[in-house]
């Protein structure tokens, strides 16, 4: 299958190099010419134990392509990844609303080059509403209606080759049953018998992640402030208790958080666990 993926962040390097190494054609795209060129000569510009490798291994094969070139990548592609930033804003206005200046760039820089049947998929963690946004966006710029579906990540950073190829669950958003079967035969290859992909509306895939991420929070809060006290009372380490209690309550954390929910460091408190409002800042984005 042939696949664009718009953004070489930390989400699109790792989809796009896990999705090559399943055997698809992947071309990754980003505007930043210095980072493409690091990533042709396989300076890699995050951290990710075995994303190296895979990048290597990949782009020797063939499977795995960086470029700027935004048309050369989008035209030939059956699925198109939008997995750029939603930051915060900054703007006193729209303090903690997600920014999506960067999903409306990508959506206008792609929009004249989307082949008739191909189908958008937002990788970015987006608030509820912005796929059917995307959607009526996309109609806007090209004149007719386009597939846009959801599938939101759920990826550790230290162990997101391991999710990401051994998923505890595939989440896809979808409005037409083309779109289920060409994203049940990417992820084909990923899943097992007891792991399975959820399929569901893209308004509930955006609301998914937004819980899982209020979730993986909560429960590292309450790990915290009871590693603190067990801390002050007995002096070890502070991840040093055994949470959660139960064995039935560890089966809940596991399938909704994964296998470690509570790992120390950004995986465990920027970047999974970033709640931001459910809105987006002012502009096209706006509801």
């Avoid at 999710?163 to 994203?183: H, I, M, N, S």
Wanted: hydrophobic share 40%; with cysteine.
């Amino acid at each position: 299958m042939k696949i664009a993926i718009i953004g070489t962040g930390y989400v699109g390097l790792v989809t796009g190099t896990c999705l090559a190494d399943s055997g698809n054609d992947v071309t990754c795209v980003d505007i930043d010419q210095a980072k493409i060129e690091r990533l042709e000569h396989g300076d890699i510009p995050i951290f990710e134990p075995g994303l190296a490798e895979l990048i290597e291994r990949n782009s020797s094969a063939g499977r795995l392509k960086f470029t700027t070139d935004t048309a050369a990548a989008v035209r030939p592609a059956q699925l198109v990844f939008i997995a750029v930033g939603t930051p915060m804003s900054d703007n006193a206005e729209d303090k903690g609303a997600a920014d999506l200046k960067y999903v409306w760039s990508a959506v206008e820089s792609f929009a004249p080059h989307l082949a008739k049947d191909a189908i958008v998929v937002i990788k970015s963690t987006v608030p509820v509403g912005t796929n059917t946004k995307v959607y009526s966006r996309l109609k806007e710029l090209t004149g007719r209606t386009c597939d846009v579906a959801s599938n939101p990540e759920f990826l550790k950073e230290g162990a997101a080759i391991n999710d990401f190829q051994y998923p505890d669950r595939v989440v896809v958003g979808v409005r037409t049953k083309e779109a289920e079967e060409d994203l049940s035969e990417l992820y084909g290859p990923f899943l097992r018998t007891d792991k399975p992909m959820l399929v569901m509306t893209p308004e509930s895939a955006e609301l998914t992640k937004y819980v899982a991420n209020a979730l993986l929070y909560t429960k590292s809060a309450a790990t915290s402030t009871t590693s603190a006290a067990g801390l002050a009372m007995t002096g070890e380490s502070a991840f040093s208790f055994s949470f959660p209690a139960s064995a039935t309550a560890e089966a809940a954390f596991r399938r909704t958080c994964g296998p470690w929910p509570t790992w120390p460091g950004r995986s465990a408190s920027s970047r999974c666990c970033w709640i931001p409002s459910m809105r987006s800042t002012t502009g096209k984005s706006a509801s």
